[in-house]
């Protein structure tokens, strides 16, 4: 067990809608990161946040965005969904920035149907 | 950008015998290099990592890994296959000084026969 909870740990929703995954880090962490896994893309980053703020972007869709509470849990809303954003999503906590090891949740499996 | 390749998408070992998983990188400066397993339906567990201390890098269930500059790559070895290896391994890189993102490789699934 990492420490990392993610909710929920499967989705299934219709395409159009729009999702809310959820995060929790570790005790003591204060970055957040979240990452897509599908079987065409792989392993991609989407997006950091730091004690509340961005830090990073990377290949996240402008459907998608996150935001991280003061209570530092995170959420990855997912809009106007489309087959293709079928896919798991991880949630990732490290202590702060470079070169600390990330620690993984068990992820959310999403499914567009 | 950053790229990860891992030759071998699919790795076939038997059990007792030398685990080889090979992970190469492109980068012109050394980046942070990290190797990650994942177990059928979990998250993704940190082996070990390599942050320019020794180049060779010890890690968890008995990996190690070694960091050659002039090949830029970060092979994954374990002398003696366990089934309880059998798993999907994922290389990755975090650049320094850019943030921690963490750039993956495609993953190598690493199959142990009886």
């Known amino acids: 067990d990492s420490g990392v909870t993610q909710t929920p740990k499967h989705l299934i929703t219709a395409t159009g809608q729009r999702v809310t995954l959820r995060c929790s880090p570790r005790?003591?962490?204060?970055?957040v990161y979240w990452y897509q896994q599908s079987l065409d893309q792989g392993l991609q980053f989407l997006i950091q946040?730091?004690?509340?703020?961005?830090?990073a972007k990377g290949n996240i869709l402008e459907r998608f965005s996150a935001q991280q509470f003061p209570d530092l849990h995170s959420e990855l809303n997912l809009s106007s969904l489309e087959l293709g954003d079928s896919a798991l999503y991880f949630c990732a906590s490290s202590v702060s920035s470079e070169p600390y090891e990330q620690y993984f949740g068990p992820g959310t499996r999403l499914t567009v149907t | 950008a950053q790229s990860v390749t891992q030759l071998g998408s699919h790795v076939s070992v038997s059990e007792g015998a030398l685990v080889l998983l090979r992970c190469n990188y492109s980068?012109?400066?050394?980046?942070?290099l990290f190797w990650y397993v994942q177990y059928p339906n979990q998250g993704l567990q940190l082996l070990l990592k390599?942050?320019?201390?020794?180049?060779l890098v010890k890690g968890i269930n008995g990996f190690e890994a070694e960091f050659k500059k002039s090949e830029t790559s970060f092979h994954l070895t374990k002398p003696s296959a366990h089934m309880s290896d059998a798993a999907e391994y994922f290389c990755?890189?975090?650049?320094?000084?850019?943030?921690?993102?963490?750039?993956f490789g495609g993953g190598t699934r690493l199959m142990v026969k009886p």
């Open positions: 946040y730091y004690n509340g703020e961005e830090r």
């Open positions: 990755a890189v975090s650049e320094r000084n850019a943030g921690n993102m963490l750039t």
């Open positions: 390599y942050t320019s201390a020794a180049t």
């Open positions: 980068s012109s400066v050394p980046p942070y």
């Open positions: 005790s003591g962490d204060l970055s």
